[in-house]
């Protein structure tokens, strides 16, 4: 599976370690799309390249950490064809990707323990779009795009 992710600084040390759990332990094909240091950047900027990879189809899913994945979540869910949400718990991610069909997770990086997120990351990888019912909701959804 083809990852794109990113972080702002708050969220950089997680998103370091889940780049080599991603890669090594998942055995997918990572892009990160930085920042290449903890200095201080701003979350839409990171977002916006992670969403549009998604969103065209070089990345089958995404995952952006800050410091509470909220700000991601709302900057990635400008770009049309992306479903963003800032999970916390797995039991989230889970209903995230079978009810939602989500594509973009983003995690906190100051309130959520690194293993939790590394949970989070592998139920919403490893978990499938139920459809049905919810492929109805899901597309009523993405009309709003337009």
């Known amino acids: 599976m083809r990852i794109a992710i ?31 240091t903890d200095d201080r950047v701003d979350y839409p900027d990171y977002a916006e ?13 995404g ?17 049309p064809g992306v479903r963003a949400s800032s999970i916390t718990r797995p039991d989230f991610a889970d209903l995230f990707r079978r009810h939602n069909d989500g594509n973009v997770v983003c995690l906190s990086g100051r309130f959520v323990e690194p293993e939790v997120n590394r949970e989070i990351v592998k139920v919403f990888l490893e978990t499938g779009f139920e459809g049905g019912r919810h492929a109805d909701r899901v597309g009523k959804v993405m009309r709003l795009d337009a």
């Open 49 to 61: 390249k992670v969403a549009h990879a998604v969103a065209s189809g070089d990345a089958d899913r």
């Open 6 to 36: 990113a972080s702002d600084h708050a969220g950089f040390e997680q998103k370091q370690a889940l780049v080599d759990y991603l890669a090594q332990d998942l055995g997918c094909d990572v892009t990160d799309f930085g920042p290449d």
């Open 63 to 79: 995952v952006l950490v800050c410091g509470t994945g909220i700000g991601m979540a709302l900057a990635a869910d400008k770009v």
